[in-house]
């Protein structure tokens, strides 16, 4: 019955759902169509629903859109409408990529694209398809010195190292930056009028390009005079006295770039300029205009967050960037989490007997809420620096304190000897800090070496009587393009003396957190005591290596080995008993450094804890 069923209304029905299966899509997709950038009604509002990238080899499909003004919607924001669509700017992106291509050597390199235009909501998906094609290459570098040929032999020494060499793919940016470090070797050797003429042939048939650089040294040249412009409240002493250079010295850009260092130091003005002024009754001497654009001297700053360590966490700041004028900084900052409060009041004097020199004075009360113990102190650290070259400073500084302990559990007093709990703090260190690095915030270059040395109490009084000895080395290599390798090496120790018999617990050295080997919780790597706290220790080893990898403008990754750990012993370095773990994280990069999210695992977790460890920071952990 059923196959008979089968038989009978077999053929109609699958007509029906054949018809059905071919209209469905013409009705859904009538009013949706190819369409080039002309067909385009122009009185019409357009917006964009997404927009592909294809074909690109070469260079990602992020770089890319990152040349591009047309943006579509993030896949994260839903709930935000559709960006509008301009045919023109997309008709002028469209431009851009082929000069970015033509700007990376990619000379043969086609842009194409479609549309698909959706007239219900008046939607377009945009398709640029890309054929790279093959590269032209610097076949041939020439170098000349038109008028100091004695010149010549020291330019050549300097070909090694241009960033336009034989061989390589052309790029107007290393063709640029040629120049520009063509001119500046020049500049060091005192020519302050020195002139670079480049030329590039482009044989494209061959993909070849031949380029020539010629030089007019001119002749050899010192400071004139400086004058100031810009100044309002701002003495314009405030600005000569931070010139590196003196009238009659000879020519150097790095004097030039040494003095606008110091002067944005002040945090005083928004931009420097440095500029060269004509002096056509003797060429030899180059005359300096200074050009400031000053600041104001009050601000308020508001800042709030999250640490995965400190919880909830926020800060007011005030500071008055002139103090009685001089540059002088007054600093009042309130701060709050649920490991630290505290009320600081700081002042800085730039230009403290000489140039190179900075005097600090902090003061004010904190409390500390520590794993083992809850720490209330008032304290006051004076601090003088000098700034031995760009890359050298030294410091002297000595701290006066009124610490008080509690809240330690008694296993942790049970399982160190005796120590003071509270009394007045005095000590004195000194310190050196070498800093090679290119990025202040997210370096991929150089290297930061830093060694401290502080004696507290004995000849300097107080009721605590140890020293201590930290020194850490960082450091920065561009393994490959936007992948940084980066290491790091941290040792401590510490020791009582003049009769004490045990460092206090807020002093003693502890291992294990965001800013130390993460995947541990804080202070969680060394010994603990009978109630599993930390009670820390005498000697400090901790490591780090790290690849850094930027995938695109603003989001990056991270991938890490940490090690670490304490020992309660002075001077013992405790090699055997290392502790690891590995982890990742995603970072996004901000104006003020990279926020970084990521996942620690130790190796052996302690006693009780996670095997895993969330952590959050704002700038790279090193």
């Known amino acids: 019955m059923l196959r008979q069923v089968r038989s009978q209304c077999g053929n109609p029905c699958r007509k029906r759902l054949q018809k059905l299966f071919f209209i469905a899509p013409l009705v859904l997709c009538a009013h949706v169509y190819a369409a080039s950038i002309e067909d385009l009604d122009p009185d019409q509002e357009w ?8 074909g690109n080899e070469r260079f990602s499909a992020d770089r890319l859109r990152g040349e591009l003004v047309t943006t579509t919607r993030p896949w994260y924001t839903l709930w935000r409408p559709y960006p509008r669509f301009d045919p023109v700017t997309f008709k002028t992106d469209i431009e851009r990529l082929r000069r970015f291509y033509r700007a990376q050597g990619y000379y043969d390199a086609q842009v194409s ?12 998906t945009a398709y640029i398809d890309i054929k790279e094609g093959e590269p ?3 076949t041939r570098v020439t ?31 290393q063709y640029q930056e040629t120049e520009a470090k063509i001119k500046e070797f020049f500049l060091e050797q005192h020519r302050g009028r020195v002139k670079v003429e480049r030329k590039a042939t482009m044989i494209l048939d061959q993909r070849a390009a031949q380029v020539q650089y010629v030089v007019e040294a001119g002749p050899p040249t010192v400071f004139g005079e400086t004058q100031v412009e810009g100044t309002v409240q701002v003495d314009p002493e405030i600005v000569t006295r931070e ?13 030039i770039a040494e003095s606008r260092k110091n002067l944005l130091k002040l945090d005083l003005f928004n931009s420097v300029r440095f500029l060269e002024e004509e002096s056509p009754a003797d060429p030899s001497i180059i005359p300096i205009r200074v050009r400031v654009d000053e600041k104001p001297f009050r601000e308020w700053q508001f800042g709030a967050g999250y640490g995965t360590e400190d919880g909830p966490r926020g800060q007011v700041r005030w500071r008055h960037n002139n103090w009685f004028g001089g540059g002088r900084r007054l600093d009042v900052q309130v701060k709050a989490s649920f490991l630290i409060r505290d009320i600081e009041v700081s002042f800085l004097q730039p230009h403290a007997f000489g140039r190179q020199n900075r005097f600090s004075l902090i003061f004010g009360p904190q409390q500390l809420d520590d794993p083992s113990y809850l720490l209330n102190r008032t304290r006051l650290q004076p601090r003088f620096q000098r700034d031995f070259t760009p890359t050298l400073s030294g410091f002297l500084a000595y701290r006066l304190e009124y610490d008080q302990l509690s ?40 290297a ?12 300097l009084g107080g009721a605590f009587n140890f020293m201590k000895l930290q020194g850490e080395a960082k450091g920065y290599h561009l393994i490959a393009p936007r992948t940084v390798l980066a290491a790091r090496f941290k040792l401590g120790f510490a020791d009582p003396f003049d009769g004490s018999d045990e460092v206090p617990l807020f002093e003693r050295f502890y291992a294990g957190g965001v800013n130390s080997v993460r995947g541990y919780g804080r202070y969680r790597l060394g010994p603990l005591s009978a109630s599993n706290d930390p009670v820390g220790g005498r000697s ?31 001077f013992t370095v405790p090699v055997g008993d290392l502790e690891y773990s590995v982890g990742f994280g995603v970072l996004y990069t901000t104006p003020v450094g990279p926020v970084l999210l990521g996942l620690g695992f130790p190796f052996e977790p302690p006693h009780r804890d996670q095997p895993w460890q969330v952590y959050f920071s704002i700038g790279q952990f090193f």
């Open 47 to 54: 917006s964009i629903k997404t927009l592909t990238i294809a």
């Open 136 to 138: 032209v290459q610097v």
């Open 540 to 570: 400090l080893i901790e490591g780090s290596l790290e690849v850094r990898r930027q995938f695109s403008e603003k989001f990056g990754g991270t991938l890490f080995l940490d090690f670490g750990q304490v020992s309660l012993h002075s």
């Open 448 to 459: 930061v070496m830093t060694f401290s040395a502080e004696q507290v109490g004995g000849v």
């Open 407 to 446: 809240n330690v559990s008694p296993s942790t007093i049970q399982a160190l000897r005796e120590f003071q709990r509270k009394g007045t703090l005095s000590g004195f260190s000194v310190g050196l800090v070498r800093n090679t690095a290119d990025d202040p915030f997210n370096p991929t270059r150089g």
């Open 113 to 124: 694209y479609s549309l698909e235009v959706r007239e219900t909501d008046w939607l377009v």
């Open 143 to 173: 170098l000349e010195v038109s008028d100091a040929p004695e010149l010549a032999s020291a330019l050549e020494t300097l070909r090694p190292s241009l960033p336009l060499t034989e061989g390589s793919v052309f790029t107007e940016e």
């Open 243 to 255: 010139i590196t250079y003196k009238p009659g010295e000879p020519f150097s850009a790095t004097a």
